[in-house]
């Protein structure tokens, strides 16, 4: 890619701020938001790549109030749109065909004192509340690149062209992207944020820590009966469908007004070629536990998003010359208690604290919140997830070690990336996935993209880069049968048969759900996903 720095070009319009904000979700929203109840004089932007706050952000949520208490001290009296206190754990171990409650839930993740929020709302609800602080936010506008000064230094952001044609040229309705510089940028992207990705090759900020390893979470809410919830009742599982190989498992959380929100998370970590994560999730609605829930029910919205799950060990230095990392894009998803809105606001605050107090220099923000209560919680529970890597049993055997000491074991596991833990066909044996027959909507991948309410410009360059489609035809196909196309959950990846061109990688970018697993799992490091033009993407309602 271009240095958007160096090429040259027509003069692009300016806009300079002190503080720029890269995602309008709970990070990017509390730093925003901290920052002028600290300093009302200072200038903050907050820029958003879907087309309306909350439009992209997809979560569980059940999520700890104690940093939001101190972010927004009387927040209950007006509390996000959906926003139901948490009144019941059960956690199941499943078969097939049935299962068994476990008699306790396991530490960390009883949810008393908790609520049940849909994050999308939650972002819409707390954008007005910075905005009347002063923040100046801006939906459909997406950064496509970082602004370097002569040394390097972070300087802002640029935001991508609009009205770019697929071929490059420029449609009528061309407009060129905005150079935003400020003193300091902060990038609140979320997980696998193509921003941060770069900054952390270009300034090494990986160099002490672990690669960083994500999940992939699936989610939909469906409309029932009223009378089949209960309202404040969270149900966690794990077992089948998947095998003790791969780590997964499900949530299904009662809102209200006959509302289930519903989900299946798979670490991107699984060996099994012919593993389908959208399948796997497919399959679990159909469990004895669940299907009676949902049957003549309707599907109200889904999607799907990576989720970040290294931990402690993967976390890289979090600053650099005129930037810093939080959230999300950092690392900092507790993973046992499958929470990181605390976090994401916990680092906001306290990037926002840090930025007033050394009058706007990032430097001596990673020991800050290397520091900080944040991470204090992520060193506890750093063992845990590395500990499946040996198999179900072995994990649950580890964490159990792990939540009795406190997680004061005197080693630390590794993470290594979820890029190279694929096996090869032919060298890995499938396990019986023992499915059973689907009934339940959406009836394959196309149809919940329609639920996903995506929408790309079909006439604009695809945002899905394949460095060499050759290796797609030939190595691939061979060595892992073209896993994209069933680790995509959204269709996007298709190998076909053209009569004029042969065998080749047809990308459907237009259905992305910008979930960023292609750019995680692919086993070659290929595919890189990038942003496409602001306001694209999926429109996602109350997930």
Not at 45 to 71: N, R
Not at 101 to 123: F, Q, R, T
Request: glycine share 10%; with cysteine.
């Amino acid at each position: 890619m271009t240095d958007p720095t160096t090429a040259p070009e027509a003069e692009r319009d300016v806009m300079e701020y002190d503080v720029v904000i890269v995602g309008a979700g709970p990070a990017g929203l509390s730093a925003a938001i901290r920052l002028k109840q600290l300093d009302a004089d200072t200038s903050v932007c907050v820029i958003e790549k879907s087309s309306t706050i909350g439009a992209h952000i997809l979560s569980g949520a059940v999520i700890e109030t104690g940093p939001l208490d101190a972010l927004l001290p009387g927040w209950r009296d007006n509390p996000p749109p959906i926003c139901i206190p948490a009144i019941e754990d059960e956690f199941w171990l499943l078969t097939r065909d049935g299962g068994r409650k476990l008699p306790m839930v396991p530490p960390g993740m009883d949810n008393h004192g908790n609520v049940i929020v849909s994050l999308g709302a939650m972002c819409a609800w707390m954008a007005p509340q910075a905005e009347a602080l002063g923040v100046e936010i801006y939906p459909g506008f997406a950064a496509d690149s970082t602004l370097h000064d002569a040394d390097g230094k972070v300087i802002g952001v640029r935001i991508g062209d609009m009205g770019v044609a697929k071929d490059g040229s420029h449609k009528p309705g061309y407009t060129q992207g905005i150079d935003i510089r400020a003193k300091v940028t902060v990038l609140a992207e979320g997980a696998r944020g193509h921003l941060t990705k770069r900054l952390v090759k270009r300034f090494g900020l990986d160099a002490d820590s672990d690669p960083q390893g994500y999940s992939i979470g699936i989610k939909e809410l469906w409309q029932v009966p009223e009378e089949r919830t209960s309202p404040g009742k969270i149900v966690h599982s794990f077992g089948w469908p998947a095998d003790n190989a791969t780590y997964g498992g499900s949530f299904l959380y009662h809102l209200d007004k006959g509302r289930i929100a519903l989900g299946y998370v798979s670490g991107l970590d699984y060996k099994d070629p012919q593993y389908k994560p959208w399948e796997a999730f497919q399959q679990w609605k159909h469990h004895p536990t669940v299907k009676p829930l949902l049957e003549g029910g309707e599907i109200i919205s889904a999607g799907a998003r990576a989720i970040v799950t290294g931990g402690w060990q993967s976390l890289p230095k979090v600053e650099m010359p005129g930037a810093l990392l939080i959230g999300d894009t950092a690392g900092l998803l507790n993973v046992p208690k499958i929470k990181g809105t605390h976090q994401a606001i916990r680092s906001g605050m306290l990037a926002a604290e840090h930025l007033v107090a050394t009058s706007l220099d990032p430097a001596g923000f990673d020991a800050k919140l290397r520091g900080s209560d944040a991470m204090a919680e992520l060193r506890k529970v750093r063992n845990i997830k590395p500990g499946f890597k040996k198999g179900l049993w072995m994990g649950m055997l580890n964490a159990a070690w792990e939540t009795v000491t406190g997680g004061r074991s005197p080693w630390t596991l590794k993470n290594k990336p979820d890029w190279c833990s694929l096996e090869k066909i032919g060298e890995y044996e499938s396990p019986k996935r023992d499915y059973v027959t689907r009934s339940l909507p959406p009836r394959d991948r196309l149809a919940g993209v329609y639920f996903a309410a995506t929408e790309h410009d079909e006439d604009q360059p695809v945002h899905l880069k394949v460095a060499d489609t050759d290796i797609c035809v030939t190595r691939c196909t061979e060595e892992y049968d073209n896993p994209c196309t069933r680790f995509c959950p959204a269709g996007v990846y298709e190998i076909v048969e053209d009569e004029a061109e042969g065998r080749r990688l047809q990308i459907n970018a237009a259905n992305c759900v910008h979930c960023k697993t292609c750019d995680i799992k692919d086993p070659y490091e290929i595919i890189t996903w990038v942003t496409p033009e602001g306001g694209s993407g999926p429109n996602y309602q109350n997930l």
